[in-house]
């Protein structure tokens, strides 16, 4: 077991996965229409989700509803996961909690502590059983908390590395690049396209390097050297380790081949052509696909030893307390695990979490193995402040990137606030 999980399980790897594959055969399998259920009236339940109309998301909300169960799903969207943590706590606090809400991994404790994430077996213990059955038995201790089993695993990714293949050649570079890179190649292979392309000698170009500024690439830099942001949960973020691991992670935004941007203008700015190299989401790999750019993915780069890499991603979760509608959030959830519900959101080029044998997406390899190497949750923030923690890291990150302060400073001084932070 991995010091930094508090789910009980260790690497995740794609070996252990596929293994599950076979165990499913008595969970539940939908037929042409899921059964109608007797309610008083039609129930109508709202996820709270970071997805708009436009995405795959919507396309499973709107499938689920064309069966007329008797239930229907409405698709809010609210947000990234803070935010609707966030409005999930006021909600809350107002006696008015969303029926469900995608739910980041990170926010696990929280969602269950705090917010009061439903355990599924409270609700239907036989339909819990069923819905988890459809789902590799390696993510089911993801979804518990305290024993609780309080989502389906409906979101797996782990950072990658993204090059713009058309900047990358323009820039005269060798197109043979290694699936297995390292930190020090992709800084000196940045500097080449900076001085190829930089001082306005590109229209589009504008940053060589985007390392995305946040909890979770700033994790897998501190994993890959050997460290931990957290272990279990004690902080442990200003080990030798993780100094050496953010040294680096900020070495490129200090010599000027990384224009720090916040990760939705990353994501513009991606998809406008105006970043050669970037460290993200493997799930961008359908929005970057269908891009006229020519994208290739690569691994995330290595730091001289063996990668410990992290996976993220989000769960589904009842929040629902009347009866009635938290059994209707199930029924919801029992076409999300079906073959057919897997089938239509894996247009979003998650990995497969699912039994069902479902095809990978192009530009999905670097994912898969790093799968294969195994994955470790990204950071489970514990405690009644850990949306609190969060942030604090977050912003700590923010002033090593921008050289507000130095690493062995911003890590130090990240230690002595988050440590009464998780323990409250």
């Not at 969207?77 to 943590?85: E, F, I, K």
């Not at 606090?93 to 994430?117: D, H, N, Q, S, V």
Request: charged share 20%; net charge negative.
């Amino acid at each position: 077991m991995s010091a930094a999980s508090p789910f009980g399980f260790s690497k995740l790897s794609r070996r252990r996965v596929l293994q599950g594959a076979g165990q499913a055969a008595g969970a539940l399998a939908l037929s042409a229409a899921l059964p109608r259920r007797a309610w008083s009236s039609d129930a109508t339940v709202t996820i709270s989700s970071p997805w708009g109309a436009d995405r795959p998301f919507q396309q499973v909300v709107d499938a689920f509803n064309a069966r007329k169960t008797g239930v229907t799903a409405v698709n809010r969207l609210d947000g990234d996961y803070q935010d609707m943590a966030t409005k999930a706590l006021a909600a809350v606090a107002a006696g008015r909690p969303p029926e469900m809400m995608i739910t980041g991994w990170k926010f696990a404790y929280f969602a269950k502590r705090t917010l009061g994430a439903r355990d599924f077996h409270e609700i239907d213990s036989a339909r819990a059983d069923r819905i988890i059955g459809q789902f590799k038995p390696q993510t089911h201790d993801m979804v518990k908390v305290d024993g609780a089993l309080i989502g389906l695993p409906w979101a797996m990714s782990t950072p990658v590395t993204w090059i713009n293949m058309d900047l990358w050649q323009e820039a005269g570079l060798d197109p043979n690049i290694p699936m297995d890179i390292t930190h020090d190649w992709l800084v000196e292979q940045a500097g080449a396209i900076d001085k190829a392309l930089g001082g306005r000698n590109h229209p589009t170009y504008r940053s060589a390097l985007d390392l995305s500024n946040n909890e979770w690439t700033s994790q897998a830099y501190i994993q890959n050297a050997g460290g931990m942001v957290l272990d279990g949960d004690t902080v442990a973020c200003d080990s030798p380790e993780a100094i050496r691991a953010m040294t680096a992670f900020a070495g490129p935004a200090r010599s000027g081949l990384w224009t720090n941007m916040d990760y939705r203008a990353q994501q513009k700015g991606q998809l406008a052509g105006a970043i050669a190299i970037a460290t993200t989401s493997s799930s961008r790999s359908t929005a970057l696909n269908d891009s006229p750019i020519n994208f290739k993915g690569v691994m995330f780069p290595s730091l001289g030893r063996p990668r410990r890499m992290n996976s993220g991603g989000n769960f589904l979760a009842v929040y629902a307390r009347e009866p009635e509608l938290a059994e209707a959030s199930m029924t919801f959830l029992e076409f999300c695990a079906s073959e057919e519900g897997q089938t239509i959101w894996s247009d979003v080029g998650y990995l497969n979490t699912s039994v069902h044998k479902i095809p990978p997406k192009p530009n999905q390899e670097a994912a898969y193995a790093q799968l294969e190497e195994g994955l470790t949750p990204e950071t489970i923030w514990p405690g009644s402040r850990g949306l609190e923690g969060q942030d604090v890291w977050r912003q700590w990150v923010a002033r090593i990137v921008e050289g507000v302060v130095t690493p062995e400073e911003g890590l130090k001084r990240a230690q002595e606030e988050l440590s009464p932070v998780l323990a409250g």
